[in-house]
C-alpha cells in the first residue's frame, strides 16, 4: 500500500483558522442540503457503563471519510480526554487511503464552526454579546469561532474558574457566572449534557441559543418547557430527534417534525431563519460527518499548498 499522511492534533489546528473552519462547514451544510454530499446516520456503539464509540462516515467533493470517535465522560480519572478518535481520509474516485487525521482536533473546529454559522444565520442582525457556558476544548473552539465572524465581547462561565478565565483572558472577554453568559445575544452551552443549564425563567425575547453538550440519548442542556417555548433548528432532524436537544420534547410529544428546521435549509434560502426580532431561536448541533469531511477537505488543501507539516507512513 502506498504511504499516507499522517496529521496530529496540532497539525490539524495549525492548518485550519477559526474563519476558515467557518467557511468550510457552511459550504458543507450547503453542499449536504444541495445534495451533492452524503452522509448515512451516524452509528453508535454502547460501552456501558463508561461511554461510546461512533462510526460516521460522509463522501464528497471527490474524498469519502469514516471517522471513528469516542465519548466516555470519566476519562479524567484516567488523565485521557473525553473524545479521542481518527478519521480515515480516502479517495471517492478509487479508493486510495489518502490521510490519517486526529478527530479530537477535527471534531473541535468543526464544532465551534457551526456555532457561529448557527449564530450568523439565526441571531438577531443586531446581535454582538456571547456567552459561553461550558469553557472546556469544544467550548473554547465555539468561543475562537464565534469571535472569528466578529461576534463579541462575551462572558465565559465553567465551573472550573481558571477554564473560564484562561478563555476569557485569550479573548479579551470577561469571566462570569452562568446567569452572566445567559444574559449575553448568542448564548453557546457546551456542557456534558447531564443536567439543564438552561431553564424556562432564562428565556427572553430576541435570545439565540445554541445548545452543542447533548450529543447523545439521555442528555440535555435545557429545561423541556424551555425548548418547546423557542422556535427550533437543527443540524440534521434524525440525530436531533434521537440522540440531540430535542429528544426529550420530541419523545414527550411536545415537539414534531414539522416544527424543526434543518440549518442547511436556511442556508439554501429552502427555509426561512429568524421570523421576527423577538423570537426565542435554538439550533441543536449533534455533530454531522459532513462537517468533518469540510474539515478533511481544508486540511488536504493545506497540505497540498505546503501550508502544514505531517508525516507519512506505510501501512
Not at 480519572?77 to 480516502?90: A, H, I, K, T
Not at 425563567?201 to 423541556?224: F, I, S, V
Amino acid at each position: 500500500m502506498a504511504e499516507i499522511t499522517v496529521f496530529d492534533h496540532d497539525a490539524v489546528l495549525a492548518a485550519i483558522s477559526p474563519a476558515d473552519a467557518v467557511d468550510a462547514v457552511r459550504d458543507a451544510f450547503v453542499q449536504h442540503a444541495s445534495g451533492d454530499w452524503t452522509m448515512p446516520p451516524k452509528v453508535y456503539l454502547e460501552a456501558r457503563p463508561n461511554g461510546d464509540f461512533r462510526a460516521m462516515p460522509a463522501k464528497g467533493g471527490g474524498l469519502a471519510i469514516l471517522k471513528w470517535i469516542t465519548s466516555f465522560p470519566g476519562n479524567q480519572r484516567f488523565g485521557l480526554p473525553v473524545v479521542m478518535g481518527v478519521v480515515c481520509v480516502s479517495s471517492a474516485e478509487n479508493g486510495e487511503p489518502l490521510a490519517l487525521v486526529d478527530a479530537r482536533a477535527v471534531t473541535a473546529l468543526r464544532t465551534g464552526a457551526v456555532a457561529a454559522i448557527a449564530a450568523q444565520e439565526l441571531a438577531r442582525e443586531d446581535s454582538r454579546t456571547v456567552g459561553i457556558v461550558g469553557c472546556g476544548l469544544h467550548g473554547s473552539w465555539a468561543a475562537r469561532c464565534l469571535a472569528a465572524v466578529e461576534y463579541g465581547p462575551g462572558v465565559c462561565s465553567d465551573p472550573d474558574p481558571d477554564a473560564a478565565g484562561a478563555l476569557a483572558g485569550e479573548l479579551g472577554w470577561e469571566a462570569g457566572s452562568r446567569e452572566d453568559a445567559l444574559a449575553c445575544d448568542v448564548v453557546t452551552c457546551v456542557t456534558p449534557g447531564h443536567e439543564p443549564v438552561v431553564r424556562t425563567g432564562d428565556l427572553r425575547p430576541g435570545l439565540h441559543l445554541n445548545m452543542l453538550g447533548a450529543d447523545g440519548p439521555g442528555k440535555a442542556e435545557a429545561e423541556t418547557e424551555a425548548v418547546v417555548r423557542c422556535r427550533l433548528f437543527c443540524d440534521e432532524w434524525t440525530q436531533a430527534s434521537h440522540g440531540g436537544e430535542l429528544t426529550g420534547a420530541v419523545e414527550a410529544g411536545l415537539v414534531t417534525r414539522e416544527e424543526v428546521t434543518e440549518l442547511g435549509a436556511v442556508l439554501t434560502g429552502a427555509a426561512p431563519g429568524r421570523r421576527s426580532e423577538a423570537e426565542v431561536t435554538l439550533f441543536d448541533s449533534t455533530g454531522l460527518a459532513i462537517q468533518d469531511l469540510a474539515i478533511c477537505h481544508a486540511l488536504m488543501r493545506a497540505h497540498r499548498q505546503g501550508a502544514v507539516d505531517a508525516r507519512s507512513v506505510r501501512l
